[in-house]
């Protein structure tokens, strides 16, 4: 899966582009291992709040008409952002994956 990570307010380090890749992105695309990869895309925006949170957003598209996989999560602490994002993501997916079986 192809994921762009891209920080505001906060570099984008090793450590986080790991974190995303490995706990995130090959999780999800346990999902989507059907899917070409040229079709697997996803965008990471990270924002360091200035209260000192985090809002992270996943935005991905997939075929279809409702291929469009959004997702956004807020928090203190940015590895319980990414692993709550990940798990509404995986729902997200999995209703996806659902609906194109139906068809």
Known sequence: MNVQIIG??????????EVVETKMASEIEKYLKDFADDLKKATVRIEKLSHGGFHVNWDMRLPGKNGHIFSQEDGDDLLNVLIALRKEVESQ???YKERLQKY
């Open 8 to 17: 505001d307010g906060i570099e984008i380090d090793d450590r986080i582009r």
């Open 93 to 95: 997916v999995r209703d």
